[in-house]
């Protein structure tokens, strides 16, 4: 399996309720971002937490990171329908390294 | 807020024609990236370049590839000689510096090969 794999793959909840996305990833890293992509269009990035850091917050996003299990979360509080988009993680190991990107989860939020 | 624009959105061209994507990356950035994403599959890294130089660059990025910055704004990726295969959602981005920063992603040109 690859470095930074999201779960689950799809995720179609009902407006106003929580939205959990996992990622778990293989190698050492530096950082860990989350990123948005709306459908055919660009990334945005939402969230960038340091190997040094256990949790982040950020409006209604919820970051965790564990280096021991090697794996973060990305909650999303009291969801829209405008947050149906693809949530990406994306790993970076130390030094000057690309980002490495995983499949994505597809969160439906449902009016 | 600034922001990452890229040129053309869409591009269209036919196979073994050479295309180039335009990138402007955020002004006070020093590190520049190409990524791209194939239809429904996760976006891969293609190349970094810092100093005007290239710092990286995957396994994808052959010899068809190239990258320039032209001048103080601008960079470019080229392909010389598309493939099929190269139809995909290409993304620029940018960071102030390497290792802790966040890259910022332009909207993407959508490349197809036909």
């Known amino acids: 399996s690859q470095q930074g794999e999201e779960d689950p793959q799809a995720l179609s909840i009902q407006e106003g309720e929580n939205a959990t996305m996992n990622c778990s990833y293989k190698?050492?890293?530096?950082?860990l971002q989350w990123y948005r992509q709306n459908s055919g269009r660009g990334l945005v990035h939402l969230i960038l937490i340091r190997s040094n850091e256990r949790e982040k917050h950020s409006g209604r996003l919820r970051v965790t990171l564990d280096t021991s299990k090697k794996s973060s979360s990305l909650l999303i509080t009291a969801s829209r329908a405008a947050d149906t988009a693809s949530y990406f993680c994306?790993?970076?190991?130390?030094?000057?390294?690309?980002?490495?990107f995983g499949k994505g989860t597809r969160l439906s939020v449902i009016a | 807020e600034p922001e990452v624009t890229q040129t053309p959105s869409h591009q269209v061209t036919q196979m073994g024609q050479e295309v180039i994507l335009r990138c402007v990356p955020i002004s006070n950035h020093l590190y520049f990236y190409w990524y791209r994403q194939i239809l429904g599959q996760k976006v891969e890294f293609l190349v970094s370049f810092y100093n005007n130089e290239i710092s990286e660059k995957s396994e994808i990025f052959d010899d068809q590839f190239s990258v320039e910055r032209p001048d103080g704004s601008n960079f470019t990726l080229k392909i010389r000689s598309t493939k099929l295969e190269d139809s995909a959602m290409y993304f620029c981005?940018?960071?102030?510096?390497?290792?802790?920063?966040?890259?910022?992603f332009g909207p993407g040109t959508r490349l197809l090969v036909l």
């Open positions: 981005a940018s960071s102030e510096a390497s290792g802790q920063e966040t890259q910022y």
């Open positions: 994306a790993t970076r190991r130390p030094g000057n390294t690309p980002l490495v």
């Open positions: 190698t050492s890293i530096n950082n």
